[in-house]
Nanobody, 123 residues
Framework: QVQLVESGGGLVQAGGSLRLSCAAS????????MGWFRQAPGKEREFVSG????????LYTDSVKGRFTISRDNAKNTVYLQMNSLKPEDTAVYYC????????????????WGQGTQVTVSS
């Protein structure tokens, strides 16, 4: 069983930055692919970024490219999402997810989910 706990959300002004963290309680973190998703009020959950077990393969949704950076520290069982140049449209609950895949997973392949952390960007 993999438990994921997100942290680092909060209220920030447009143009500001936040770093989200996702701590995983599992011995197999280093072989899991990890991802970040978000869900805004009234909208479906959407993929934000994913990273494979080694950190070599990374994907971003187009709307965050150049602003967000995903990374992982396998020694700390933690994946991060550095979010810069935040916009009001980035406001959402951000979820961490994990998958048993070699590459960056497709959305349907994520097996484990955290409870989410709220990010609010004011204009």
């Amino acid at each position: 069983q993999v438990q994921l706990v997100e942290s680092g959300g909060g209220l920030v002004q447009a143009g500001g930055s936040l770093r989200l963290s996702c701590a995983a309680s599992t011995r197999i973190f280093s072989v899991l692919a990890m991802g970040w998703f978000r869900q805004a009020p009234g909208k479906e959950r959407e993929f934000v970024s994913g990273i494979n077990w080694s950190g070599v393969s990374i994907l971003y949704t187009d709307s965050v490219k150049g602003r967000f950076t995903i990374s992982r520290d396998n020694a700390k069982n933690t994946v991060y999402l550095q979010m810069n140049s935040l916009k009001p449209e980035d406001t959402a609950v951000y979820y961490c997810a994990a998958a048993h895949t070699i590459g960056v997973p497709a959305i349907r392949e994520y097996n484990y989910w955290g409870q989410g952390t709220q990010v609010t960007v004011s204009s």
